[in-house]
């Protein structure tokens, strides 16, 4: 309606510098109306003529038209959505604001059971692993159809965007989302490594940093000789991680020639001197050490000095069985001599890196017993636990727990760093530790002690199934501050959900594994 | 009558009270749990010695708490309500016991009584009286108006181009002087209108409309001894002229149906007062009606409406032109014979738009039912493609609320039902597509929109 906007300009500008426009060319009935409305009063003619517009745009409204959406139709799923009503309410809530862990447990839970969320749940999901990277390998599977169609319309979730989980492998690999092209990578790498190896490599030069870095890792299954031109090649990448990942990879290979570049570099710094070996540092930047991803630079806020710098770069890079072959020492021997060398810091920080490159269970035993008599590097003990195998690693937590259960509260903080969503300490050691915390509740230390207000919640959502009765109904009483009401009440929640969600799986699968 | 999730949640008066009620779900929290066809009730042990007693009665759902909280619903209703959603087997079947059914023959004697009054002949008023306080109440709008009108012509005379931010204010302490003149609609108008200001693209175009049906109804005031009793009445209501409830349960146009619950929705106004907006459309007379109810400091509502649901009532129309609004007046234990004719043709909504403007051009919002929607977005805007054509409306939807409407639709058409202001679609209620009236929707909007 064009007079609209000559009466709009009319407005603009204001009626005391533009007169209100004639109604001119307006026909029937409303041009009458609008030719009354410029015969009467002066005053609020402008506005009594743009009001009876309004109402005439109004009534005759026409929606706008939109390009028609070639967009595709989500596919329909086969699998069957979750339905129970309790169980969709706990899930709902877990997402909403459960810890980690428990949205992890309840994804999972529904997965295993051969079920999808209801449609209703995607967007929470979908913004759940957006928010956290640890949740999203439950998040994908959990989706169905619908939810990766859904995320395909919102680029938060774009890292959800994949292929449809009923394609093929060949598929997933072109279209999938990257938690969807690793798995792909992954599963090859299994029965075909050099193919897999093949198609990793046509890709890499496409792909971003941290995209090349999440794939070069998978090469880990089942890596032999034939990979290190490969691994070598990724030494010389711009991007620190996958450097480091390729580093990591190449100490799997002892007769690689990076290994053995970087052992050339480290022989002459430790040598034997009346009897007892001494450990040096480089007295200066080598300039082959470029080709190793070896950093000359110290970093600004690094806490080692420039040689420190240098020198734990090559024992992080440096096969851990050099050094008992070397020295002939046992991996506690070395520990017990490195305390004493002025190098401590940087064969310990090198050691502990190179332990986690590998997973190397006996260094990881003898570094774990180690840090039970030397304290100072704490920091270090749950990533180190994380490696070993469920049995060897409780024997860790259990002499940290001691007889009177003084120590439950690091073994819970130890266990939720070791345990990856999923798993859970041994029913064994949960029962212990849950009848531990059940003994302090019971006690009343729960109305002092904030910190185990944070770890019977961690708790809840960490131990085996098996235990979980014994943190159910924890005594209440009439006067409880809000903060230890709120602590006991979100407790109860998680166990209440962790027992709905267990009434999906099959009751063998529950136990775990140590982590991969 | 069963409830879901979404459902009971959708009744919270607030976030806190939701998981405060997830908080009881553990049936051992619950020494007592029970049903019988009109209510459902329950025990809840707290940290006291003596449990606290939650009841519903399931016609409203209206619920019922020995607890002392103000929240209503309460934690133990919403919970009990809950529990009954997601453990149905905890409940047992039995006669209520006299707590429950003192309770609900109060509600019941109540009830009666109210429609008993109703029907007498209500105390004649004083019309000397009542005429002489309508004779001042119009002498305080027409001097309130007469400034407006001086007040909206300098406006237009200076140009909206060269209104800003600093001119919020002056409108705000017009619209306070309306509400003094004991016109509070326009005041409304005003405030709403400078919230316009320098808001968005195209924002005069907005205001200009704003401005010019607020002239109308300037205009009308003077004019009134001309109009008809209908247009007089939506002039009242234009300028937030109140109605008297009882009066108008004896004098209003009053409607025997089958409503269908369209769907609903809560705003909150000024600090702590919310608003409730009700839709219902009648099976037999498919005539749509918005049930308006406001609660102060997080209360919650009384009386609970299921989106989807059924019920047979007597609604009582307020006078005026194409009327929406109305009262529940009673309800009907059966429902009224349905007609043949569907209620459920909504071919015609443009139609049905435009004759509601033009019967009452103040209307603020009209319900909308689309039978064939589909929701998309398209750059920052959500949109709302119509019945398969290239037309859509603009969608005004939270972001959480409107990616769960795109998750039901699947690009596939829904039935939707919302608000149109003239310029928004606000959808309060989705369905599958052809799925049956009285059905659960597969969406609805919830919680309290800010």
């Excluded at chain 1, 032999?224 to 010389?236: H, I, R, W």
């Excluded at chain 1, 959900?497 to 009751?507: K, T, V």
């Amino acid at each position: 309606m064009s007079h609209w906007n000559t009466l709009l300009q009319t407005a603009l500008v204001g009626t005391a510098r533009q007169p209100v426009p004639a109604a001119e060319g307006m026909a029937g009935e409303f041009g009458g109306l609008l030719q009354a409305i410029q015969g009467g009063e002066a005053q609020g003619q402008l506005l009594r003529a743009a009001g009876a517009v309004a109402i005439g745009r109004r009534a005759g409204f026409v929606a706008p038209g939109l390009s028609p959406s070639d967009a595709p139709v989500a596919a329909a799923d086969e699998r069957p959505v979750l339905k129970e009503p309790a169980l969709q309410a706990a899930i709902a809530d877990a997402l909403a604001s459960g810890p980690l862990r428990l949205q992890h447990e309840g994804l999972a839970a529904l997965t295993a059971a051969g079920l999808r969320l209801p449609h209703n749940l995607l967007p929470t999901a979908l913004d759940a692993g957006r928010r956290a990277i640890d949740v999203r390998s439950a998040v994908i599977p959990a989706l169905g159809e619908r939810g990766l169609w859904l995320a395909a319309h919102n680029d938060d979730w774009r890292y959800a965007v994949g292929a449809s989980e009923q394609a093929d492998a060949q598929t997933r690999w072109d279209e999938g989302s990257l938690e969807q092209r690793r798995a792909v990578l992954a599963e090859q790498r299994r029965s075909e490594p050099a193919a897999a190896r093949e198609r990793l490599a046509a890709e890499l030069p496409q792909l971003p940093a941290k995209e090349r870095a999440a794939l070069l890792g998978a090469l880990a299954e089942n890596i032999g000789p034939d990979d290190e031109a490969l691994l070598d090649a990724q030494l010389k990448d711009r991007a620190r991680d996958v450097r480091q990942v390729a580093g990591e990879l190449l100490q799997r290979l002892p007769a690689s020639a990076h290994v053995q570049r970087i052992e050339a570099f480290l022989a002459p710094l430790l040598l034997q001197a009346g009897g007892a070996w001494q450990m040096n540092a480089p007295e200066a930047a080598d300039p082959r050490w470029k080709d190793d991803a070896i950093d000359p630079a110290r970093p600004t806020h690094e806490s080692l000095g420039e040689r420190a710098w240098w020198l734990y770069q090559l024992v992080r890079q440096t096969p851990l069985a050099w050094w008992t072959a070397r020295t002939g020492m046992t991996p506690a021997a070395l520990l017990g001599w490195a305390t004493k060398s002025d190098w401590k810091d940087a064969l310990f920080r090198g050691w502990n890196e190179a332990i986690l490159a590998v997973s190397d269970v006996d260094w990881c035993d003898a570094m774990l017993d180690h840090h039970h008599t030397q304290y100072s590097q704490r920091a270090w003990v749950g990533q180190l636990l994380a490696l070993l195998p469920r049995e060897r690693r409780e024997r860790h937590w259990l002499i940290e727990l001691g007889l009177a259960g003084s120590g439950v509260q690091n073994v819970i903080a130890f266990a939720d760093q070791a345990c990856a969503p999923g798993e859970t300490p041994s029913a064994e050691l949960s029962l212990q530790l849950a009848a531990a915390l059940r003994t302090r509740v019971e006690r009343g230390d729960l109305a002092n002690d904030y910190v185990l207000r944070q770890v019977l919640g961690n708790a809840a959502a960490l131990l085996h199934a098996s235990a979980l009765h014994l943190l159910a109904g924890l005594p209440r009483t009439a006067e409880e501050s809000p903060g230890l009401a709120s602590a006991l009440s979100d407790t109860a929640r998680i166990v209440r959900a962790r027992q709905l969600f267990s009434s999906l799986l099959p009751q063998s699968t529950s136990s775990s594994q140590g982590r991969p | 009558m069963s409830l879901s999730t979404e459902a009971v949640l959708a009744l919270a008066p607030d976030d806190a009270s939701a998981k405060a009620a997830k908080g009881l779900l553990a049936p051992a929290k619950w020494p007592t749990l029970a049903y019988s066809d009109d209510a459902v009730w329950g025990e809840c042990q707290g940290s006291g010695s003596k449990p606290y007693q939650a009841q519903v009665d399931l016609t409203g759902p209206v619920f019922r708490c020995s607890c002392p909280s103000r929240k209503f619903p309460c934690k133990h209703g919403l919970a009990l309500m809950l529990l009954r959603a997601q453990s149905e087997a905890s409940f047992t079947a039995g006669t209520p016991p006299p707590w429950v059914a003192d309770w609900l023959a109060s509600r019941r004697e109540k009830a009666e009584k109210k429609e008993a009054r109703a029907a007498e002949p209500a105390a004649a008023p004083d019309p000397a009286a009542a005429a002489k306080r309508d004779a001042q109440r119009w002498k305080r709008i027409d001097t309130g108006v007469q400034e407006l009108a001086r007040w909206l012509d300098d406006q237009t005379q200076r140009g909206l181009a060269s209104l800003g931010s600093e001119q919020q204010q002056a409108w705000g302490s017009m619209a306070a002087r309306m509400v003094d003149a004991q016109a509070p609609g326009l005041g409304q108008r005003i405030t709403q209108a400078a919230e316009l200001i320098g808001a968005g693209e195209g924002w005069p175009a907005r205001l200009l409309d704003r401005l010019g049906r607020l002239q109308l109804i300037v205009d009308a005031v003077p004019r009134r001894d001309t109009l008809s009793a209908a247009t007089l009445a939506d002039l009242r209501t234009a300028l937030g002229w109140p109605q008297d409830r009882d009066a108008l349960l004896v004098d209003g146009e009053r409607i025997s149906d089958q409503w269908l619950v369209l769907g609903q929705c809560t705003d909150e106004r000024d600090s702590k007062l919310v608003e409730r907006h009700v839709w219902l459309q009648g099976r037999a007379s498919g005539r749509r009606a918005l049930l308006l109810d406001y609660s102060h400091g997080g209360r919650g509502f009384e009386t609970a409406w299921i989106s989807g649901s059924e019920r047979a009532a007597v609604l009582c129309f307020y006078p005026g032109h194409a009327s929406q609004r109305a009262l529940l007046a009673e309800q009907l234990a059966d429902a009224p014979a349905a007609s043949a004719g569907s209620a459920q043709d909504t071919s015609d909504e443009w139609q049905r738009m435009a004759q509601q403007i033009a019967a009452n051009p103040w209307q603020p919002l009209l319900p909308m039912v689309w039978a064939e929607a589909v929701p998309a977005r398209h750059g920052d805007q959500w949109w709302l493609r119509l019945d398969a054509a290239p037309q859509a409306l603009p969608m005004q939807l939270a972001t959480q609320e409107a990616w769960q409407l795109m998750a039901h639709s699947g690009g596939a058409p829904l039935r939707v039902f919302g608000e149109w202001d003239g310029e928004q679609f606000a959808p309060l209620t989705a369905w599958a597509s052809g799925a049956a009236v009285g059905s659960a929707p597969v969406w609805a909007l919830a919680g309290v929109r800010t």
